[in-house]
């Protein structure tokens, strides 16, 4: 885990709000408090776009 707050990084990962979730350099969640329910999918489920910054 790491917390970025560098807005030049930000913009790069594509963050608009914050607080912003990557998993494996997939953006998965932005701007609110995620659920439980979503927060384990997104470490159980494959996910295949990755971010190319």
Known sequence: MERV???ARMAACRILTVPAVIVD???VYSG?????WQIESWLTIPLTRKLTA
Do not use: E
């Open 5 to 7: 707050d560098a807005p």
């Open 25 to 27: 350099g997939v953006l």
């Open 32 to 36: 609110g408090i995620p659920t439980r």
